[in-house]
Structure formats: C-alpha cells, structure tokens
C-alpha cells in the first residue's frame, strides 16, 4: 500500500512535534540508611541500560566488579571480554551509575561490606 504525499508528511510533522526519544530511566539500586544490603540485590536490564546506585547510608559503600579486588572471588565476576568497575567510595546519597554493554552476568560487591554479605548482581540481556 502506498502512502500519498501528504500522508508523508504529515507523519514526519507529528514526529517532529513529538520531540527527540527520550533515554530509559536507570534501574535503580539503593544501599538503605538501616541495611548493609543492595535493594534489590538482583536486577536485570538490556544491553545498553543504565544502573544507578544510590547510598542512603550516613555510612561510606562502594560498588565494585572486579574480580582482583574481592577478597573471595566468587563474589565478584564479569562476562569475558567485560571491562571491571569500581564506584571508589560513595558518602551519603552519592550516586555512581554504569552502562552494561556487554551480556551476560555481573557479580559485584561493597569493598567496605563484602565479608558481611554485602552482594549483588546484575544481569544483562542482549
């Protein structure tokens, strides 16, 4: 079916007064003011999403995948070819944010709590 001249066009206005697409909000991860925990303390999300995590603590966390600095390497692992991070410290209601290109399972955990369990995961769909 062919679309006339005028049907085009009228498309491509109401497209145009639409505005540009608008980004996925983060997926949210919270470290709370009375746990030494991630909530929740597994998400999954696509490739090319963005997770944010915010400390609600007065006490300093961390978001770390990186499987040398884990004190037992089950807690912390990244798809081959993945890059590692490391949020470095985060004081109250400081945020760190990270994009996942890549597929595949994140296994992170807090430098400061990870003897007390503090773990999460994330895992990327393609």
């Known amino acids: 079916m062919s679309r006339s001249r005028r049907e085009v066009l009228a498309a491509g206005a109401a497209l145009a007064l ?5 980004a996925a909000e983060p997926t949210r991860v919270t470290i709370p003011a009375a746990r030494t925990a991630f909530e929740p303390a597994e998400v999954t999300v696509r490739v090319g999403e963005v997770v944010r995590w915010r400390n609600r603590s ?6 770390v995948c990186d499987p040398t600095k884990a004190r037992d390497p089950k807690n912390a692992s990244l798809p081959a070819g993945a890059a590692p991070f490391d949020s470095g410290p985060l004081g109250e209601d400081a945020t760190f944010e990270q994009t996942f290109a890549q ?3 994140y296994r992170y955990f807090c430098r400061e709590h990870e003897a007390m369990g503090m773990l999460g995961k994330v895992i990327v769909q393609a």
């Open 58 to 63: 007065l006490v300093e966390h961390s978001v």
């Open 18 to 22: 639409a505005g540009p697409a608008r």
């Open 103 to 105: 597929a595949g399972t």
